[in-house]
């Protein structure tokens, strides 16, 4: 069994998705994100290494690892590879193999945001600026908090923690990592 850390978005929720609560048995199509890309990075102690021949499924390329663990990639192709990434619930575009799992916990993620320019109501994800709440169900639809000095927080989407009996080992840790916190 693996325990595998998998974010889902709020608005791939709130557009498609299903609420799930602790315990519960999901099905997923995941991607591996950049983790630079998603709020601007510091995603250390949610990384998940994956390595193994590049397959393609419903013009999508796949990495199926000898684990069980079967995820979605972007970028440049290759016949194979090792890359380190952000599992990612993926619900738009092509479509490919799922990952079946038991939720293990849910913390939903609130992550600040700088308004930029000033005064011009476009808002940037503020990168380490972010904390996670536990709780017992994901919600269908997300807190957007108040603006303040040009500031604020948001609730952006869940964290995960799915294990699945089909994956037979726990994702590499990057040494050294931290979880940041805002």
Known sequence: MGLWHVFYADWQMECCGTPFSVGDEVSWPLLLLDPDDVYGGGWQDELTEVAGPVEHVGGVRVVREETGLTVALGGQPRRATRSVGLLSVERHGASWPQVTGRVRAVQVLSQGYA?????????????????????????KWFADGDAEQGRRW???GVMVALESPSVGVAPP??????????
């Open 173 to 182: 840790r990057t040494e050294g990592a931290g979880r940041r916190r805002g």
């Open 115 to 139: 308004e930029t320019p000033p005064g011009s109501r476009s808002w940037q994800p503020v990168p380490g600026e972010r904390s996670l709440r536990a709780v017992e169900r994901c919600p």
């Open 154 to 156: 948001r609730e952006s």
